[in-house]
T-cell receptor, first 111, second 115 residues
């Protein structure tokens, strides 16, 4: 069956450290993968998109990798801050405009 | 200020009642989507529309209906046939062409509860 798994429901780290979130998928062949941030009671906000022919994308303190052989994406936040605390969702682009979302990882950055 | 507006923020449904969730966008996007979010689960697609006067069922369309009479508007009706409607409902829109076509922009959501 098709599955998208995000490493854990919750991740706690200390301010200043690098947060690494994992998205694994099975029985999908995504053309692209996206990461979104969602704050409590709000809609997700787009962060980064990486295509199947790209290995890595960066944006300020964010870095995403995409390994289609391992069927895995890693999402890194360097020099994390308490303001980075939120739920992060990965989403697979499986058709033209069809996306499949993971359940999310709730990140807490402690001062 | 461009974006997607969902209303109301909170909605309560009585047994046997149909309720309609509003979604309006001024981003000039052709595509619009409705998702349902339950605790511990990913967003699940209810309906989507790529163009005015056309829409398709998503993975969990039973008990829901939509219309797309205007480009800016994509209301979702939760009918009495939906037996477990309590959830957080999210509307999104996207372009259908160009480099940004796969990026979805979300509203702030409507939380629906059953009385």
């Amino acid at each position: 069956s098709q599955k998208i798994e995000q490493n854990s429901e919750a991740l706690n780290i200390q301010e200043g450290k690098t947060a690494t979130l994992t998205c694994n998928y099975t029985n999908y062949s995504p053309a692209y993968l996206q990461w979104y941030r969602q704050d409590p009671g709000r809609g997700p906000v787009f962060l980064l998109l990486i295509r199947e022919n790209e290995k890595e994308k960066r944006k300020e303190r964010l870095k995403v990798t995409f390994d289609t052989t391992l069927k895995q994406s890693l999402f890194h936040i360097t020099a994390s801050q308490p303001a980075d605390s939120a739920t992060y969702l990965c989403a697979l682009g499986v058709n033209n405009n069809d996306m499949r979302f993971g359940a999310g990882t709730r990140l807490t950055v402690k001062p | 200020d461009g974006g997607i507006t969902q209303s109301p923020k909170y909605l309560f449904r009585k047994e046997g009642q149909n309720v309609t969730l509003s979604c309006e966008q001024n981003l000039n996007h052709d595509a619009m989507y409705w998702y349902r979010q339950d605790p511990g689960q990913g967003l699940r697609l209810i309906y989507y529309s790529q163009i005015v006067n056309d829409f398709q069922k998503g993975d969990i369309a039973e008990g829901y209906s939509v219309s797309r009479e205007k480009k800016e508007s994509f209301p979702l009706t939760v009918t009495s046939a939906q037996k477990n409607p309590t959830a957080f409902y999210l509307c999104a829109s996207s372009q259908t062409g160009g480099r940004a076509k796969n990026i979805q922009y979300f509203g702030a959501g409507t939380r629906l509860s059953v009385l």
